[in-house]
């Protein structure tokens, strides 16, 4: 049993951060005080926030695990980030107080040096196999965007949507895989499913990000992949007073591609702490422009009346909109009634890449979608941490997310009913980079384009547009105890919890057809709301007709004619209910083995689920509410093991019994339906709310070398067996007599048509290694004092079989190849670093009709991304930070291909380069 000294003062301290962003451009403002602190010395750099926010009010960490973490450091004669800061600090005021100033003061290492440090330190001291980023200064991340820091670390990546990185792929697993959690606390999700999507989450209010690779019997709401532990600031773990006030701008090269968009923006944030023949079958090309404002607000109010009890009250709000405008045409070719000239087609490799369609009805897009989250998220934990080795923690908390996601297409023609209107000519050239084409049709002319149902897709009701409203709710509590004894070698220590679970997800769905006033056929678009062509020269296709389509929706020229009759419609609403009481017991392990030391942990989780799926099912023409579920228990060991050598190498190896439980969506117990006009047949989608969890046998093994605190080099292997998978399965012969009929369906359709629905089956193996570091080369070349590489890459093999019977097949998120690294310089105040991120084709998830996802095959990508910055030390404008940023500086495109032909592209996304200028003044 470990003694311990503390102070016995009594502290109470808050933190406030407030941020506002829109579209972006950055300021933030942070004001940090306590009771009873000491001035900060002019010129001393603020402590970590890692150092705050690691182990402090964390229901993951216990009352003891700051100690063992320290007592693991020291057998090399190394710190946590925790024990640097508080050398660091001594140090600069030693050196001030004698007349000198901070930079004579070799020892403390600043900024982006100093962030990686405290990375190095943390990967070193835990026993688990993790990653983490530590924030530059207080609430500031070393990229713009969470996401993209998470995607730096070795192992890790992302997918963008709409040019910004806001979901995270582990290991070759998609995000469905991994948990996020809060201050180690389960999250809501503004998604449809589990995955966390951080755009809800300011980097500025974030101050640490740990990623658990392997499991621990005491991570509670721990992923199959991983899991991502965001962290604040602790205010009594950090100890000073400092008030930062910033501001950035950005701007975006690829302009303004729609009327009315922008390619500026801006960003506030504040933050107060006291303390066959293959032919192209049509296209849909659009231009998008995006406009996106949050507001988030992170607190914690910490209270310490005795040394030995902590009380810890946090909270977090995010105010999420995202507005776009997507104008476009959409060519029915080899799908719809066009047909080729073959006299001037070219086929090469099985691919018609040059041609001409004639008959050609296009349908002009004005589309508009609304996305409107919040987030609340509160939490408590009071800790007791006793002199006679007892510790004890209590945590409680509340998550809740609600979205509106509004979908407004118009659509627009020569005329009304298909065969009726001008017909085009089109010729086409298909290539790399997707397909240019040459129409003979002005598509801006508002005499011949007209508001209308172009092809008749509403059948017999005019269907000028859609409208599609889902309204999400996800609400998720959590209540925990632990109860920990602190022993003597080889087990320090052994901890018993209880955590209990309740989670409620629900969708519901409210459908219309856009229809033009009065029960008009067509209609020519009114003088006032015409806007400026969109241009889609780079597509060969000209000026489209563009307009506002919300505002024809509330000037009465458009008016909504429910579809929420129509039972597939109804069908798609469910409501998820999950009941998850946990059991744990660990104990930590030390013993001595000749020089070297074991350190670890074992111990094993009893998971007891109650699974529960309401919604309507179609029956006899009409809807029968029901409720239908599962229980079951899963019993999930996990070991892992450290052993720590003085010569700077550990050696690990991890082994555990993991779980993810299913999406969400395919747990709905309804069926969602409709008419595919290409197959001419029924096809839908339903959920199983019987599904079992993904269950794997998990193994970890790494090897690693430090340099102190200041580097590493470690190779890391992992092998994971999958016993069970979930798989989704086509039935083709599913009969929808008794099923109304869609409204774009014709009369003589067959009732025969299929159904896909998720089941449980056998997995398979997924396996790879990765390739970590981070060299400060001024160590090794003193001449290049200042300069240093982090980064890694991992190469993963998946021998998963998602079709049953069928071959092994890269899985959503899977990526063989993935890799990232930083270059940069860091010295005299100045600095500089370039980023480079890679990673090879993968499946991945795209909003198709109606917000709802559709899987595609994405090409490779590499991102790179820059920055320089320079800090201020005395004269006036001491304190001052100036640093500029560029994004995306290649303008690497987004591209998602049918297959493996790379010519037979379906997406091809270019979001333009994205700079950035801020600067803070922090005293």
């Given at each position: 049993?470990?003694?311990?000294?503390?102070?016995?003062?009594?502290?109470?301290?808050?933190?406030?951060?407030?941020?506002?962003?829109?579209?972006?451009?950055?300021?933030?403002?942070?004001?940090?005080?306590?009771?009873?602190?000491?001035?900060?010395?002019?010129?001393?750099?603020?402590?970590?926030?890692?150092?705050?926010?690691?182990?402090?009010?964390?229901?993951?960490?216990?009352?003891?695990?700051?100690?063992?973490?320290?007592?693991?450091?020291?057998?090399?004669?190394?710190?946590?980030?925790?024990?640097?800061?508080?050398?660091?600090?001594?140090?600069?005021?030693?050196?001030?107080?004698?007349?000198?100033?901070?930079?004579?003061?070799?020892?403390?290492?600043?900024?982006?040096?100093?962030?990686?440090?405290?990375?190095?330190?943390?990967?070193?001291?835990?026993?688990?196999?993790?990653?983490?980023?530590?924030?530059?200064?207080?609430?500031?991340?070393?990229?713009?965007?969470?996401?993209?820091?998470?995607?730096?670390?070795?192992?890790?990546?992302?997918?963008?949507?709409?040019?910004?990185?806001?979901?995270?792929?582990?290991?070759?697993?998609?995000?469905?895989?991994?948990?996020?959690?809060?201050?180690?606390?389960?999250?809501?999700?503004?998604?449809?499913?589990?995955?966390?999507?951080?755009?809800?989450?300011?980097?500025?209010?974030?101050?640490?990000?740990?990623?658990?690779?392997?499991?621990?019997?005491?991570?509670?709401?721990?992923?199959?992949?991983?899991?991502?532990?965001?962290?604040?600031?602790?205010?009594?773990?950090?100890?000073?007073?400092?008030?930062?006030?910033?501001?950035?701008?950005?701007?975006?090269?690829?302009?303004?591609?729609?009327?009315?968009?922008?390619?500026?923006?801006?960003?506030?944030?504040?933050?107060?702490?006291?303390?066959?023949?293959?032919?192209?079958?049509?296209?849909?090309?659009?231009?998008?422009?995006?406009?996106?404002?949050?507001?988030?607000?992170?607190?914690?109010?910490?209270?310490?009346?005795?040394?030995?009890?902590?009380?810890?009250?946090?909270?977090?709000?995010?105010?999420?909109?995202?507005?776009?405008?997507?104008?476009?045409?959409?060519?029915?070719?080899?799908?719809?009634?066009?047909?080729?000239?073959?006299?001037?087609?070219?086929?090469?490799?099985?691919?018609?890449?040059?041609?001409?369609?004639?008959?050609?009805?296009?349908?002009?897009?004005?589309?508009?979608?609304?996305?409107?989250?919040?987030?609340?998220?509160?939490?408590?934990?009071?800790?007791?941490?006793?002199?006679?080795?007892?510790?004890?923690?209590?945590?409680?908390?509340?998550?809740?997310?609600?979205?509106?996601?509004?979908?407004?297409?118009?659509?627009s023609g020569t005329g009304y009913g298909q065969g009726v209107g001008a017909q085009d000519t089109i010729g086409f050239t298909s290539g790399s980079t997707g397909t240019a084409f040459s129409p003979t049709l002005n598509y801006s002319d508002p005499g011949l384009?007209?508001?209308?149902?172009?092809?008749?897709?509403?059948?017999?009701?005019?269907?000028?547009?859609?409208?599609?409203?889902?309204?999400?709710?996800?609400?998720?509590?959590?209540?925990?105890?632990?109860?920990?004894?602190?022993?003597?070698?080889?087990?320090?220590?052994?901890?018993?919890?209880?955590?209990?679970?309740?989670?409620?997800?629900?969708?519901?769905?409210?459908?219309?057809?856009?229809?033009?006033?009065?029960?008009?056929?067509?209609?020519?678009?009114?003088?006032?709301?015409?806007?400026?062509?969109?241009?889609?020269?780079?597509?060969?296709?000209?000026p489209i007709l563009s307009y506002d389509p919300t505002a024809l929706l509330d000037a009465g020229v458009y008016r909504l004619s429910s579809n929420n009759n129509n039972l597939d419609v109804v069908a798609k609403g469910y409501s998820i209910q999950e009941r998850?009481?946990?059991?744990?017991?660990?104990?930590?392990?030390?013993?001595?083995?000749?020089?070297?030391?074991?350190?670890?942990?074992?111990?094993?989780?009893?998971?007891?689920?109650?699974?529960?799926?309401?919604?309507?099912?179609?029956?006899?023409?009409?809807?029968?509410?029901?409720?239908?579920?599962?229980?079951?228990?899963?019993?999930?060991?996990?070991?892992?093991?450290?052993?720590?050598?003085?010569?700077?190498?550990?050696?690990?190896?991890?082994?555990?019994?993991?779980?993810?439980?299913?999406?969400?969506?395919?747990?709905?117990?309804?069926?969602?339906?409709?008419?595919?006009?290409?197959?001419?047949?029924?096809?839908?989608?339903?959920?199983?709310?019987?599904?079992?969890?993904?269950?794997?046998?998990?193994?970890?093994?790494?090897?690693?070398?430090?340099?102190?605190?200041?580097?590493?080099?470690?190779?890391?292997?992992?092998?994971?067996?999958?016993?069970?998978?979930?798989?989704?399965?086509?039935?083709?012969?599913?009969?929808?007599?008794?099923?109304?009929?869609?409204?774009?369906?014709?009369?003589?359709?067959?009732?025969?048509?299929?159904?896909?629905?998720?089941?449980?089956?056998?997995?398979?193996?997924?396996?790879?290694?990765?390739?970590?570091?981070?060299?400060?080369?001024?160590?090794?070349?003193?001449?290049?004092?200042?300069?240093?590489?982090?980064?890694?890459?991992?190469?993963?093999?998946?021998?998963?079989?998602?079709?049953?019977?069928?071959?092994?097949?890269?899985?959503?998120?899977?990526?063989?190849?993935?890799?990232?690294?930083?270059?940069?310089?860091?010295?005299?105040?100045?600095?500089?670093?370039?980023?480079?991120?890679?990673?090879?084709?993968?499946?991945?998830?795209?909003?198709?009709?109606?917000?709802?996802?559709?899987?595609?095959?994405?090409?490779?990508?590499?991102?790179?991304?820059?920055?320089?910055?320079?800090?201020?030390?005395?004269?006036?404008?001491?304190?001052?930070?100036?640093?500029?940023?560029?994004?995306?500086?290649?303008?690497?495109?987004?591209?998602?291909?049918?297959?493996?032909?790379?010519?037979?592209?379906?997406?091809?996304?270019?979001?333009?380069?994205?700079?950035?200028?801020?600067?803070?003044?922090?005293?």
């Open positions: 049993m470990t003694a311990r000294t503390r102070a016995s003062a009594t502290a109470a301290r808050a933190i406030l951060k407030l941020s506002v962003s829109s579209a972006s451009l950055s300021a933030a403002i942070l004001f940090a005080g306590t009771a009873f602190a000491q001035d900060v010395n002019a010129g001393t750099k603020v402590p970590d926030p890692a150092a705050s926010s690691s182990t402090a009010a964390n229901p993951n960490e216990a009352p003891g695990a700051a100690q063992r973490r320290a007592d693991n450091a020291a057998l090399t004669g190394d710190v946590t980030p925790a024990q640097n800061e508080a050398t660091a600090q001594a140090v600069s005021g030693a050196v001030q107080d004698a007349g000198g100033t901070p930079e004579d003061a070799a020892i403390v290492v600043t900024g982006f040096r100093r962030s990686l440090e405290n990375a190095v330190a943390e990967k070193k001291s835990r026993d688990q196999v993790v990653e983490s980023i530590s924030a530059e200064d207080i609430g500031k991340l070393p990229d713009a965007s969470i996401a993209e820091s998470i995607a730096r670390l070795p192992g890790l990546t992302s997918q963008r949507v709409n040019g910004r990185s806001n979901s995270i792929s582990i290991r070759g697993f998609s995000p469905d895989f991994s948990t996020t959690l809060l201050n180690g606390r389960e999250q809501t999700s503004t998604g449809d499913n589990r995955a966390v999507e951080y755009d809800q989450y300011p980097a500025e209010v974030i101050n640490q990000v740990l990623v658990y690779k392997t499991a621990n019997a005491s991570l509670i709401g721990q992923g199959l992949s991983g899991t991502v532990d965001l962290r604040t600031i602790r205010p009594i773990e950090y100890g000073k007073r400092v008030i930062s006030v910033g501001g950035r701008g950005t701007y975006a090269d690829i302009g303004k591609l729609n009327a009315g968009s922008k390619d500026k923006g801006y960003r506030v944030t504040g933050t107060f702490n006291n303390q066959p023949v293959d032919i192209i079958g049509g296209s849909k090309s659009y231009v998008t422009s995006t406009n996106l404002k949050r507001l988030g607000l992170q607190g914690t109010v910490e209270w310490k009346p005795v040394p030995e009890f902590t009380a810890t009250l946090d909270g977090f709000y995010s105010d999420f909109n995202d507005d776009q405008i997507k104008r476009g045409i959409e060519l029915p070719l080899g799908f719809g009634a066009a047909t080729t000239i073959p006299s001037v087609t070219t086929v090469t490799n099985g691919l018609v890449t040059n041609g001409s369609f004639r008959g050609v009805e296009g349908v002009v897009r004005n589309d508009s979608f609304e996305r409107k989250a919040k987030l609340y998220s509160f939490g408590y934990n009071g800790r007791y941490e006793g002199d006679d080795g007892w510790n004890a923690q209590i945590d409680l908390s509340l998550s809740r997310t609600t979205r509106d996601e509004t979908v407004l297409e118009t659509y384009i007209r508001l209308t149902d172009p092809l008749g897709w509403g059948g017999a009701n005019v269907q000028a547009g859609y409208y599609n409203d889902r309204h999400i709710v996800d609400d998720l509590k959590q209540y925990r105890v632990e109860i920990e004894r602190e022993l003597e070698s080889p087990i320090s220590s052994v901890k018993f919890g209880l955590n209990y679970t309740d989670r409620n997800k629900s969708l519901t769905p409210n459908e219309a057809l856009v229809q033009l006033a009065n029960g008009a056929l067509e209609q020519t678009l009114p003088t006032q709301y015409q806007l400026k062509p969109t241009n889609l020269a780079y597509l060969g296709l000209g998850i009481m946990t059991s744990y017991l660990q104990a930590n392990i030390k013993q001595s083995i000749g020089s070297a030391e074991l350190t670890g942990n074992a111990g094993v989780q009893g998971v007891f689920t109650n699974q529960k799926s309401s919604g309507n099912v179609v029956a006899n023409g009409g809807l029968i509410p029901v409720t239908r579920g599962a229980e079951y228990i899963d019993i999930l060991p996990s070991v892992n093991l450290a052993l720590r050598f003085p010569s700077d190498i550990v050696i690990r190896a991890a082994a555990a019994r993991q779980m993810q439980r299913p999406r969400l969506d395919d747990m709905r117990v309804a069926l969602a339906y409709g008419y595919d006009a290409a197959q001419g047949i029924l096809t839908g989608t339903g959920g199983n709310p019987y599904l079992r969890p993904i269950r794997s046998n998990s193994y970890d093994v790494t090897v690693e070398k430090y340099f102190g605190n200041r580097g590493y080099l470690a190779v890391q292997g992992f092998y994971k067996q999958l016993k069970s998978f979930v798989y989704t399965i086509a039935n083709p012969g599913f009969d929808y007599a008794g099923y109304p009929l869609p409204s774009n369906a014709p009369g003589a359709v067959p009732t025969i048509g299929t159904a896909t629905v998720p089941i449980n089956g056998v997995g398979g193996n997924i396996y790879g290694v990765e390739l970590a570091g981070t060299l400060p080369i001024g160590e090794i070349v003193s001449a290049l004092d200042g300069f240093g590489l982090t980064g890694g890459g991992s190469y993963t093999k998946t021998e998963i079989v998602p079709t049953p019977g069928g071959r092994a097949e890269d899985i959503p998120g899977y990526s063989r190849w993935v890799a990232n690294g930083t270059a940069y310089f860091e010295k005299w105040g100045f600095s500089a670093r370039g980023s480079l991120r890679y990673r090879s084709t993968f499946v991945g998830e795209l909003s198709g009709f109606g917000a709802n996802l559709v899987r595609r095959r994405a090409a490779g990508e590499m991102i790179i991304d820059g920055q320089l910055g320079y800090d201020i030390s005395t004269g006036m404008l001491k304190g001052v930070s100036l640093y500029v940023q560029g994004q995306n500086l290649t303008n690497e495109p987004f591209t998602t291909i049918n297959g493996t032909n790379t010519n037979e592209i379906i997406d091809y996304q270019k979001y333009g380069r994205r700079f950035l200028a801020g600067a803070t003044f922090k005293f």
